[in-house]
């Protein structure tokens, strides 16, 4: 029956072929959707990872700085590092806005690092693949190759121009932004402080305002203006521990003494991918379900009509004795064989394809081999209304259609 198969296969072939493509392009577009999930799940680990951080502490209350915004002040790290465990702590602002080049723009995280003349400081991109390191305190950058920029070229961020020192890779947000990294207080300026009318604006207003600007209490204005044209703030505290502590007591001390949010890796990877994937993952699994159904679709409509152009054959097989396993069998190796040759056509459609997305896609061998599995399993599903029609033939219709 193997051979006989084959050779209904071979009778067919062009059917069959072009039937395989479209399956396989329909498998191509399935592994790319789980690959953009496991490449959402992945950016997410990146970022975690990249950040060298073992705590984050953060506004109280809040899911921040990822998921949702935060604001302490930035003098909140001198006293986490008394506490008991903590090796480095350093403040970190992100922000996620769009890079000028000339004439262009990229969508991009700007993360402002610490000062630190090692680079070894929590926050601080841990490798580069060309240039150097920040070493000035304002104007200069470090970007991911992501972004399209090149060593020394002049980007704007808001109102200041950086120079780009230092490339790095595979530095992205969740939401798989490139990174780019700037000095701390450049990040501040850029995150918190007002454009120059809403400085204007402001200033006129304080200065109308009967409360600040006292005759009788020289310099009260002078000292207001000033607080309002500085900003204190950072979105959070990036916390690395001494060897043996653990995270978990380690959070809770500084959650209770300071009266933060301490998140742990292991806290802040669960909102990553339990809240901010979550939606997406949702969304993609829809798109599976329905690629499936399509597929099946596909693979019944084609053995079903395989099926119909030999139903004179199949009655002759039943005249002369032929078991209907064996009628079975052979439909149901017409839907592998074309099941096999989708995937594989799936396969190499996917593998060439990924990189061609601007997000990135991570195809993994597991999900290849579950879709594979899951490939032969529809094509058995689909086959079942061909079988159940070919058991049905009277082995009198062959004798019907050799007298006419």
């Known amino acids: 029956m193997i051979s006989l198969a084959g050779r209904d296969i071979l009778h067919a072939w062009g059917k069959f072929v072009f039937t395989g493509i479209g399956l396989g392009l329909l498998i191509g577009v399935t592994l790319v959707m789980a690959g953009v999930y496991r490449g959402m799940v992945d950016d ?11 705590l984050w502490v953060v506004q109280k ?3 921040g700085p990822y998921a949702e915004a935060s604001s302490i002040n930035d003098d909140v790290y001198r006293s986490i590092l008394s506490m008991p465990g903590v090796a480095q702590a350093a403040n970190v602002t992100y922000l996620t806005t769009q890079v000028h080049k000339g004439e262009s723009d990229v969508r991009a995280m700007v993360v402002g690092i610490a000062p630190s003349e090692s680079g070894a400081t929590p926050g601080w991109p841990p490798y580069l693949v060309s240039g150097r390191q920040i070493t000035r305190g304002h ?3 470090v970007a991911d190759i992501a972004t399209g920029f090149k060593l020394g070229d002049h980007i704007s961020i808001r109102r200041n121009n950086y120079t780009v020192v230092g490339l790095t890779r595979r530095m992205v947000s969740s939401s798989g932004d490139p990174m780019v990294f700037i000095p701390l207080k450049d990040a501040q300026e850029a995150q918190f402080l007002k454009n120059n009318d809403a400085i204007w604006q402001s200033r006129r207003r304080t200065e109308a305002n009967p409360a600040f600007n006292r005759p009788s209490v020289p310099g009260l204005l002078d000292a207001v203006i000033a607080s309002q044209s500085t900003n204190a703030s950072v979105n959070a505290v990036l916390v690395t521990l001494k060897p043996g502590y653990e995270q978990d007591a380690a959070a809770e001390t500084i959650e209770r003494w300071k009266r933060m949010t301490v998140y742990t890796r292991a806290q802040m990877e669960e909102i990553l991918v339990g809240k901010l994937i ?4 949702k969304q993609i699994g829809m798109f599976l379900v329905i690629l499936a159904i399509v597929s099946a679709a596909i693979v019944a409509f084609i053995i079903y009509s395989l099926t119909m152009d030999k139903i004179r054959e199949i009655a002759v097989l039943k005249l002369i004795g032929t078991r209907n396993r064996t009628i079975a069998a052979m439909i149901m190796q017409q839907a592998l064989a074309l099941g096999v040759i989708g995937f594989v056509v799936g396969k190499i459609t996917a593998t060439f394809a990924a990189p061609l997305f601007p997000k990135y896609v991570l195809l993994t061998p597991i999900d ?3 879709g594979f599995f899951a490939v032969l399993v529809i094509c058995v599903l689909a086959s079942i209304i061909a079988i159940r029609m070919a058991l049905k033939v009277d082995p009198a219709e062959a004798i019907a259609t050799m007298r006419q």
């Open 61 to 63: 209350d809040t899911l």
């Open 44 to 54: 997410g680990k990146a970022l975690l990872d990249n950040s060298g951080a073992d």
């Open 139 to 141: 104007y200069e950058a």
């Open 368 to 370: 290849s081999v579950i």
């Open 278 to 281: 979550a939606t997406s993952a």
